[in-house]
Every structure is written in structure tokens, then in C-alpha cells.
């Protein structure tokens, strides 16, 4: 028989009445204690289309936060966790918005330095990372932002701001700026340190701080918190969310090979006040599986979207411990963007009369999604080499088309008594509490005429030098 091992404190086990109700909790991976759980190493490579969609859809998204601030006298504060990074084929087609942005895109690429940055990128053929495309994105920002609010200005308040004098030599020294050229030099060949090309952009500094005051006069906006997200932050704030592209929310729940390891006992079991899970485990075909109650799936009826659960089977994925995380490249992975929108937008020059070498990709479904879903597996499965001790198996869930695991009861799983073949107390677990555990277990036997679980005490074998485990003398009726 196999066998894996869920360590858990006392306290969540009581408060929740994990035991009473045989409930497993799948966690959000930004809910973990490693802080790279949620960590994608993305990359950016492919041809001049395929640039070009990306900075095309850093305008729209910037377009559309400028008008909810601008065009809307938006009061309340930006929400920075969901900007507008997902396009709909309608929203594409709203006649004002198509006209007001097809003068910013054109504007926005007339100047000859923006041009040549996705030709560039495209003939290095150099797998951009996170951070080096957020350097790009930063080098080219003021100008962008300055482009969408002067043309937003002269569209919506007929207003054309380029004839305040002030204004007018802020656009025209950003405009005529080539630092971003320098930046991707610096990025494909390594021509300019890195303190070179920061000190530059740090030279905009001034204008930075005196757009900032512009524009909020301009507004007349009391709180500075929104122009200081239009002007300073969004490039981050964009990165952060355009890899809910790739790939939609995902949960995990975590187990290891091992109950003999007592950094997971301090980390997990609350140094050892808590108890360990010990679940028998199926084999079939080298994989491990467990049957559990869980979501299924989901279907819509009269009354709205129902949530169907039902026992299945739930494969254990070994973690690969390792500091190189696998790649993700970012142009052939926009797993949750509908095809037509990629098509019709990311890898489509603006007039959709050419598409990116990218595009390819997408074409064998069956091919495409296989590689796909083998991507979500490594990087969800896949940790730095720090955390090698833990021996981590995990199952993991996630979204297809629906949100559904931000609900924490769509996140709970049931197993099946039968399947939990031991509870182990840690060393410092009380009598009165060790007590409860028992009395619970028995209830439930006793309620469902089931043979109850063994239990165990933790302890320190001085002959074998490590963690062992002995029947537990507090197992009562």
C-alpha cells in the first residue's frame, strides 16, 4: 500500500471541522508560504506583428484606464488588480472608442523611434523576460500616456492640450527621447550598463513629477492616487495582470512523501501542536491517485450557473525542485483569450491585413492544448530547490471558463474514510486535545458503522536517530 502524509495544526482542524466533515482544502497559490508559487517565468519572443500586438494592447488597456479617470470624472480608485486586460470582439467594434484609439495607435507609432522597437525585438530573436519587457514598457510610458491624453482631450473636450506651451515641450522632449532604442540596445547587445540607461531615465524624473501636477490640476482630482497609477505604476501594475492571459486561477492541495520531516512539522503542524494525515494512496499506470468529493464541473441553466460535484479521481504530481522554472512564452500561451481576439488583435497588425509566424501555433488544437496544459503542470509543479526537503505531491485545480475558485467552498474537496488510514499526533499536542481528535473520529465511525482510523504519537528514536511513531495510548472510546 502507498501512502502520503497532510500535516495540519489543531486549530484550523477544529475551526473548520476539517475531521467532522473529511474535507481537504485547496489552496490559491498566492495563499502558500513560498512567495514563487504564483511565479511565472515567462518569455517574450517572436516577430515584428507579434511585438507590435503587444504594445498595441498596452495602449488599449491604457486607453481605457485614462477615459474611466478623464472622460468619466471617475472618482472612486483604480482597482489594480483587474484593469481591462481581457478584450472582448464588441468592445473592439464601439464606434467612439475605435475612432479615438485608432488616432492614438497611429499617433503613438508615427514617431520613428516607436516604430523600430518591435522590429527590433523581433530580429534579435531574444527571449525577453519579465523583467527586460517591464524595462521596455517603462522607457516608452510617458510618451504613451501623453499621447492618449492629448488625443483623448482633443476628442472628447475638443480641447487640444499641445497649445499650452508647458505641455507642449513636456510631449515634444519626450517624444524626441531615444532612450528606449538605448534600452533595447543595452538588452540584444549589451552597448550601454544598465546604470547608463537608468541614469537616463531617472533624467525624467522632472517631467514625470511635473505631469503629475498637470494633470491633476487638469482633473482637479483631490486624490492623487490614480494619476500616480496613469504616470508611475502602471507598467508594473500592467505585467502583473496580463499573465491572467496565460492562464486562470489555480488551487492546490499539498501532501508529502514523508511524515518523519520536522521542518513540516513546525512549518505545518504548527511546531508539532498539530497532527499529520496519513491517506492511503491508489497506484495505477506509476501515477498516484485519490478519490475525492469535488467540483466536476459547471453548467448553466434558467437558474444561473450550478456548481456540479461528484467522487473522482485526483492524480498527485511530484513537485521537481529545481532553480530554473520552466519557460512560458508568452505570444503562443494566451490560453484564456478566445481565438478570435488573438487573430483579430494580438498577432494582427492593426488593419488585420498581416499575422504573426505565432499565430501558427494555434492551429492544431489537439497539439496546441496538450502543450498547453503540459506547461500549467511544470510551472504549478515546479519549486526551488530550497524547499527540496518537503518531498511535496500536490493535486491541483484549475479554471476553465468560469471564476469559480475565488469561492473558498468550491475549493473544498471530501475523501472518503476508507481512505485515511491514520491520524499522528505531534509531540506537543495536549491530552485534552489529543482527546477531542479521538472523540471525533469515533463519533463518526460510530454514526456510520465504519472501523475507525489508527493513532499515533510522534517521538525521537534514539536508535534510529530520526522521527518514528508508536500507538497512541490516549485512543478511547
Sequence with gaps: MEYLYRYRSIDKLFEYKELENLEIYFAKLDELNDQMEDYMNIVWQGDEIAFQGLLKHYLYVLTNLCCDVSIKEKRGKIDTEHLLAFLSIDALDVPEFKTVFKSIYYEFFSFQCIADIPKKLAQSNKKFTVDEILLILKSIHLY???????????????????????????????????????????????????????????????????????????????????????????????????????????CVACFSATFRNEPMWAHYANNENGICLKYKIEKENNSMYINLNSLSGVSCSDKGIEINRKFHKHEFNKIIYSNNYPEIDFFTSLGCVPLAIIDKFWLANYEQTKFSCCLKKYNNDKEWMVNYHKKAKDYICTKSKNWEYEQEYRIFKREAFFTIYEDKQNRIANYKFEDLDAIIFGRKVSIEDKRKVVRIINKYCLENKVKPCNFYDLYYSTISKQLEIKPCKYFVK
Design 144 to 250: 504613451a500616456y501623453l499621447v492618449i491624453n492629448t488625443e483623448i482631450r482633443k476628442f472628447v473636450w475638443k480641447i487640444n492640450p499641445l497649445e499650452e506651451k508647458k505641455y507642449n515641450e513636456i510631449y515634444n522632449e519626450v517624444k524626441t527621447w531615444r532612450g528606449s532604442l538605448r534600452t533595447i540596445d543595452l538588452l540584444i547587445n549589451g552597448l550601454y550598463s544598465k546604470e547608463d540607461v537608468l541614469n537616463e531615465i531617472n533624467k525624467f524624473n522632472y517631467l514625470y513629477q511635473f505631469s503629475k501636477i498637470y494633470m491633476n490640476n487638469m482633473y482637479k482630482d483631490k486624490d492623487t492616487y490614480n494619476i500616480s497609477i496613469l504616470i508611475f505604476d502602471f507598467p508594473e501594475l500592467y505585467i502583473k495582470n496580463i499573465k491572467k492571459l496565460l492562464y486562470k486561477n489555480s
